[in-house]
Nanobody, 127 residues
Framework: QVRLVESGGGLLHAGGSLRLPCAAS????????MAWIRRAPGKERECQAA????????YYADSVKERFTISRDNAENTVYLQMNSLKPEDTAVYYC????????????????????WGQGTQVTVSS
């Protein structure tokens, strides 16, 4: 059974930093592209960052470029999202997701293509 378990969420002030890990099990982790997707209050899900199976390719939404960094450790079956300079508009439930196909600039942001999802972790940023 595939499991993706996010952790590291919390409540913090604007300008702060947070690192979210997502531990994967039940799949051959190095064969999957991974992404972080968030759902803000009252909004649709939006992909924020994605990383290829090797870690050699990364993609970011414009709203988080230069502030967020996605990385992965295939030996530990874990993907990370380092979030810096957090803003109140970053408040959301953050999910990690796994995709069995290759990601490109034209598909990484399509949340409906991801095969497996975690339960999410809440991040709340106060002003």
């Amino acid at each position: 059974q595939v499991r993706l378990v996010e952790s590291g969420g919390g409540l913090l002030h604007a300008g702060g930093s947070l690192r979210l890990p997502c531990a994967a099990s039940g799949l051959t982790f190095c064969n999957y592209a991974m992404a972080w997707i968030r759902r803000a209050p009252g909004k649709e899900r939006e992909c924020q960052a994605a990383i290829s199976w090797s870690g050699g390719l990364t993609y970011y939404a414009d709203s988080v470029k230069e502030r967020f960094t996605i990385s992965r450790d295939n030996a530990e079956n874990t993907v990370y999202l380092q979030m810096n300079s957090l803003k109140p508009e970053d408040t959301a439930v953050y999910y990690c997701a796994a995709y069995s196909g290759p990601i490109y600039g034209s598909n990484w942001y399509r949340d409906y293509e991801y095969d497996y999802w975690g339960q999410g972790t809440q991040v709340t940023v106060s002003s």
